[in-house]
């Protein structure tokens, strides 16, 4: 049974940085794109960042777009998400997922039914 488990999150000022980490077991996800999102209650989960199967690519939210760097280390089932210049509106839960096949290619989904396999979440806390 595969399981996804983030850490990191936490409160900190505006203007900070936290560093959030997923570890997988059950499961190798080396070659599988991967994404964080995002959720508050009330709306619904969104697209943060992804990175490809092999790191070579990252996309990034317009929102997140020269603050947040996403990196993964396939040998240790590793996935992270730098935050930096934290702002009150990146409050929310964030979640790591991974899709239900492995994308080869390039391929990245940016949208949270693409995606089988999710953390319980991790609350970020940005106080202004």
């Known amino acids: 049974q595969a399981q996804l488990v983030e850490s990191g999150g936490g409160l900190v000022q505006a203007g900070g940085s936290l560093r959030l980490s997923c570890v997988a077991s059950?499961?190798?996800?080396?070659?599988?794109?991967r994404g964080w999102f995002r959720q508050v209650p009330g709306k619904d989960r969104e697209f943060v960042a992804g990175?490809?199967?092999?790191?070579?690519?990252?996309y990034y939210a317009d929102s997140v777009k020269g603050r947040f760097t996403i990196s993964r280390d396939n040998a240790k089932n590793m996935l992270y998400l730098q935050m930096n210049s934290l702002k009150p509106e990146d409050t929310a839960v964030y979640y790591c997922?991974?899709?239900?096949?492995?994308?080869?290619?390039?391929?990245?989904?940016?949208?949270?039914?693409?995606?089988?396999?999710w953390g319980q979440g991790t609350q970020v806390t940005v106080s202004a």
């Open positions: 990175i490809t199967w092999n790191g070579g690519s990252t």
């Open positions: 059950g499961r190798t996800f080396s070659r599988y794109a």
């Open positions: 997922a991974a899709p239900g096949t492995e994308t080869y290619y390039g391929t990245m989904y940016y949208d949270p039914d693409q995606y089988a396999y």
